[in-house]
C-alpha cells in the first residue's frame, strides 16, 4: 500500500517533482530577500525543477534578471526510463513547463555541452542565450587527505567509489567475464589482482561475482564517510568507473577521479560526455562497456604495467584545470556580470 500511495503522489501530487511542495514559500522568501538587498539577479538550479518555477515566478513579479541553471534534462524521468508513469496531459505541461522556462529565462546554464546542443536543437529561437559551465571539483577537498602517508594496497588494485546501481543494467558482467578469462589463461593470479566496490550496490552484482567464482578477487564494502573513500581512491592503482548510456548527463564521479590523479578505467559509450571528457584530459582508458576482450586486453596491460614499475599516466593537466571549483566558480562569475553589464547598456 505504501508503494501505491508513494507512486501515486510522483504521477499526479508532485507536480513537476517533490521540490513543489517547497515552492509557495520559496517564493515568498525569495520575494522578501529580493526587496530587502535589492538583488540584481536570481540565480535557480535544478533539480528540483521547481525551483526554476520559483524563479519564474519571481522574474514574472519584480523583473530581476533571471539566469537557469540545469544540472540534468527537465524531461529526465520521461527520457530515461524513470519509475515516473504520468498521463500524457501532464507530460505536455511538463514540456509546455520547460519551454516557458527557458523562454523566460534571461540566460539558460547546462553542465554538458551535449545538453546545450540538444536544447538549442530544440529552441533554436533561444540558442544565443545557452552556456555550459560543467561540473567539477574542489581540490582542496583532495589536499587535505595528501599527506605523503597514503599507503599502498598490497597487489595491484582497482576501486571504484559510489553507488554501482542504477542504469548500467549489466554492465559488469562483460567486465566480470574478462577478470575469469585472465585467471583462466593464467595471466593474472587471482591472488595477484583485486577490486574493491565501495558503497550501495545492486543485488546482480553478488550475483555475477558467484557465477564467475571471483568472491576472492572482488571486494565488497558499504558505505564509508567520503574521506575514507578519497583514501582508497588514492590507495589504489587504477580507479573504476562505469558508465550507463545516459548521452546528456556526466556523473561527478569522473571530476572526483581526475582530482585524485589515478588512471581511470572507464567502461563508457563512444558518444556519451563522460569519454569525452576522458579523452580530452588524457584521465584513463575508455572501453566500451560490453567488450570483453578489450576489457581483458586493458587490465591485463595495466597489469603488466604495475609489475614493471608503474603504470603509464600522462594527463592533460590543463584540461583537468578547467575543472576545478574556483575556475568554475571564476567563469560563473564572470558571466554573471556580463548578463548585468549589458542589461545596464
Not at 147 to 156: A, I
Not at 230 to 252: E, G, H, M, P
Not at 298 to 321: D, M, R
Request: aromatic share 12%.
Amino acid at each position: 500500500m505504501d508503494t501505491l500511495i508513494k507512486q501515486f503522489m510522483a504521477n499526479y501530487i508532485e507536480f513537476p517533482d517533490p521540490g513543489i511542495t517547497w515552492f509557495p514559500f520559496a517564493v515568498w522568501k525569495g520575494y522578501q530577500v529580493i526587496r530587502r538587498h535589492k538583488i540584481d539577479l536570481l540565480y535557480s538550479t535544478s533539480p528540483y525543477n521547481a525551483s526554476h518555477l520559483v524563479g519564474l515566478l519571481l522574474k514574472s513579479l519584480i523583473g530581476k534578471l533571471w539566469v537557469a541553471e540545469f544540472r540534468d534534462p527537465w524531461m529526465y524521468q520521461y527520457l530515461y526510463g524513470e519509475t515516473i508513469q504520468r498521463p500524457k496531459i501532464l507530460r505536455q505541461l511538463d514540456q509546455w513547463l520547460e519551454g516557458t522556462v527557458i523562454r523566460s529565462a534571461d540566460r539558460i546554464l547546462n553542465v554538458t555541452e551535449t545538453m546545450t546542443s540538444e536544447l538549442a536543437t530544440q529552441y533554436p529561437q533561444q540558442k544565443s542565450k545557452m552556456h555550459t559551465i560543467m561540473n567539477g571539483f574542489d581540490q582542496e577537498n583532495y589536499c587535505s587527505t595528501m599527506d605523503g602517508t597514503v599507503e599502498r594496497f598490497p597487489k595491484f588494485t582497482i576501486v571504484y567509489t559510489g553507488a554501482f546501481i542504477s542504469n548500467f543494467r549489466d554492465a559488469p558482467v562483460a567486465l566480470f567475464q574478462a577478470l575469469r578469462q585472465l585467471i583462466n589463461q593464467a595471466l593474472i593470479c587471482e591472488d595477484a589482482i583485486q577490486i574493491i566496490i565501495l558503497g550501495r550496490r545492486h543485488p546482480k552484482v553478488r550475483k555475477f561475482i558467484e557465477e564467475f567464482q571471483l568472491s576472492k578477487v572482488v571486494i565488497e564494502k558499504d558505505y564509508v564517510p567520503h574521506q575514507i573513500a578519497i583514501q582508497y581512491q588514492q590507495q589504489a592503482d587504477v580507479l573504476l568507473l562505469v558508465t550507463s548510456n545516459l548521452r546528456l548527463v556526466v556523473t561527478s564521479k569522473v571530476f572526483e577521479y581526475l582530482a585524485i590523479g589515478k588512471p581511470i578505467l572507464a567502461l563508457s559509450y563512444p558518444d556519451v560526455e563522460v569519454t569525452r571528457v576522458i579523452q580530452e584530459t588524457n584521465g584513463g582508458v575508455v572501453i566500451n562497456p560490453n567488450d570483453t576482450q578489450a576489457i581483458a586486453d586493458t587490465v591485463y596491460s595495466l597489469y603488466q604495467q604495475y609489475q614493471h614499475g608503474g603504470i603509464h599516466y600522462q594527463p592533460n593537466v590543463n584540461e583537468i584545470e578547467k575543472y576545478e571549483a574556483s575556475n568554475l566558480t571564476r567563469s560563473l562569475g564572470l558571466l554573471f556580470d556580463k548578463i548585468i553589464l549589458e542589461s545596464s547598456l
